[in-house]
């Protein structure tokens, strides 16, 4: 199982940017998928879920109603669409597979990682 991520790059506040995660060695439907971040000198955190159960999302509230997350089954792939970029968006953005459809939000249950991609945004 493995997950490339790429789309990352250098964008201006309200920008938009959109990150894709290829998933080779599996059917991304199987998986759940998500999106992490981890910005300098701090934690990583929950970005965006979709589910492999009927595709449900699942948001932080700091993207919510900036960022979608979605998924191309006929290409394998999950995509995150970034809207509205703020300096706070930058971070290098993971995406990670899990065979669960619950505690999306945490990423102990995430057993595979992408590389990550890097994002700034600057003001």
């Known amino acids: 199982v493995q997950l490339q991520a790429s789309g990352g790059g250098l964008v201006q506040t309200g920008d938009s940017l959109s990150l894709s995660c290829a998933a080779d060695?599996?059917?991304?439907?199987?998986?759940?998928m998500a999106w992490f971040r981890q910005a300098p000198g701090k934690e990583r955190e929950f970005v965006a879920a979709?589910?492999?159960?009927?595709?449900?999302?699942e948001y932080a509230d700091s993207v919510k109603g900036r960022f979608t997350i979605s998924r191309d089954n006929a290409k394998n792939t999950v995509a995150l669409q970034m809207n509205s970029l703020k300096p706070e968006d930058t971070a290098v953005y993971y995406c990670?597979?899990?065979?669960?459809?619950?505690?999306?939000?945490?990423?102990?249950?995430?057993?595979?990682w992408g590389q990550g991609t890097q994002v700034t945004v600057s003001s």
């Open positions: 979709i589910n492999r159960k009927g595709g449900g999302t």
């Open positions: 990670a597979a899990t065979p669960r459809d619950w505690g999306l939000q945490f990423q102990n249950n995430y057993r595979s």
């Open positions: 060695g599996f059917r991304s439907t199987v998986y759940s």
